[in-house]
Structure formats: structure tokens, C-alpha cells
């Protein structure tokens, strides 16, 4: 935090034995950064991304609960996240382009500098699994809507480039929109959605007097089941729940099942050459 604007807050904080962080990525550091001559390879490990359909879905939730299975089963995990507390949660590179973005970076700069960013853990860490987790929407809700584009999310995977995606839906979200959101990420990152992961929260949409809202409610146990029944049948993927033990293990062991074939049919591919 600047010592100008909260000297007398760090004063105490440092009486106290506390440290202040203020995550952002400044327009030095950014310029830093893409001036530098690139020092490290391309990334060489497997790139799982989390994307949603909307915001306030739990992707942030769904990427802690990822990286303890993934540790759990013995794998090093490097991950960059785009919530401001990302770095309070052991994560390696916080790129804070959520809501009251602290990115001082123009749009069309992001995909360059997190791929350095991803070059430069990939290289220093030399983790088994990167995992990346982009905010809000991936493909505008609406055309007409300029509340619904989704540039920086876009410009964030471009430059992550997730080899596999994990899609967090909501229970009232068109099928078309989410086949949609599917086939977007094919096109435009070439990742494919793995597997499809939900809330225990419901979505509900409000409308009164011209104006719409929405709100959260707390789905009953035999309304989700039907919910993840129905989007499986409908996307032929596993679908689970994000606050699931058991959905946490079984989407996991799809990553895992997912990249091993990636890795057998690239070896395949070498000795084949």
C-alpha cells in the first residue's frame, strides 16, 4: 500500500507484526516485463483452465478444491488466479482482473504477458499441472448488452492457453448458451471442455418493473441431482457439484485421465515420425 495515502494504517500494522499487500499489476511492472528478452522456453506441461458461463458461480472455490485433490495425489501444482486474494491462498501469480480490476494493462496486452507469467513458472517451478481460473463469462451473453462482453476473459485465456477446461454452469443457463460457451473455447483458445462442474446454489432471475436482477438459492439435494442428470444426458461430460467431495475426486481423475491420454497419444505421435 502506497505510504502516502496509508502511512498511519502501516505504521500499526507493522507494530502489530502484520503486512499489508496491495495485489495489482502496475504499468511499470507490465512494461518490465514485456521489454525484458523472453528467458524462459514455452510452457511444456499440461494447462488446465476453469472458466465459467457467468459470474458469482464458484470457479475461484472450484480451483482451491482442485489443487488440494491434485496435491493430495502427489502432483506439484503452479497457478495463476484473478482474484485480488489469489496470493492469500498459496497461488503463485495473482492477476487481479475481477471485479475492481487492479490490472493497469491495456485489453489487447494480456495475452503476452501471461504467457510470460505462465513461461516463467513453468520454467522456475517445473510443476506437474498448471491451473488457471478466468472470471465471469467466456462468450457474450448478448450481443446488444455491453454487460455481457467478455474481452479481458477472453484476453486472459488467450494468453494462458489452457490445453483442457473444466466449464462452471449455472442451473437456469440455456443449453444452447453453454453449447455455445463449449464451442467457443474450441474455436478461439483450442481447449476442450473436459467436464462441467455446478453450484448448490441456484440461480434465480428477478424481474420487476423493468428491471432484471439476479439472486442465489440454496438447491435441494433432489433439484441439483436432477440438474447434473440432466446436463450430462444433454453434453454427454461429467457433471459435478462443486462442493462435492466425491464431484471434486471424480472430475480430478477425468483431468488426470484426460492429459495421460494427451500424453500417450503425443509419445505415439514421436515414435511414429
Sequence with gaps: LPEAEYGELLDSAR?????????????????????????????DRPVLGVAGTSA?????????ALRRRFIQMGYRVGQIGTEHHAALFGMDFA????HGSTVDLAVDRYPEFVDRVMRRINAEDQPDLLLVGAQSGTVPFDLNDHRTMTL???????????DAVILVVNDIDPEDYIE????????????????????DRGKQ??????????????????ELQATLQR??????????????EAGIIRVSDTV????????????????SA
Aim: hydrophobic letters at 40%.
Design 205 to 222: 432471475l428477478n424481474q420487476r418493473h423493468g428491471r432484471s436482477w439476479m439472486t442465489q438459492r440454496q438447491d435441494a439435494p433432489a
Design 256 to 271: 488426470v485421465a484426460h492429459f495421460s491420454r494427451s500424453q500417450e497419444a503425443a509419445q505415439c505421435q514421436r515414435k
Design 56 to 64: 458469482s458461480q464458484g470457479k475461484f472455490t472450484l480451483q482451491l
Design 152 to 162: 479481458p476473459t477472453l484476453a486472459f485465456l488467450l494468453g494462458a492457453r489452457p
Design 15 to 43: 507494530q502489530q507484526g502484520l503486512r499489508f499487500c496491495w495485489p495489482r499489476v502496475s504499468r511499470d511492472e507490465a512494461q518490465a516485463t514485456l521489454s525484458e528478452p523472453d528467458a524462459h522456453g514455452p510452457v
Design 180 to 199: 455455445d460457451t463449449i464451442a467457443g473455447l474450441r474455436a478461439v483458445v483450442h481447449a476442450e471442455v473436459i467436464a462441467l462442474a455446478v453450484s
Design 231 to 244: 446436463l450430462q444426458e444433454r453434453f454427454g461430460l461429467p457433471v459435478v457439484q462443486i462442493t462435492s
Design 95 to 98: 492477476f487481479p482482473m475481477g
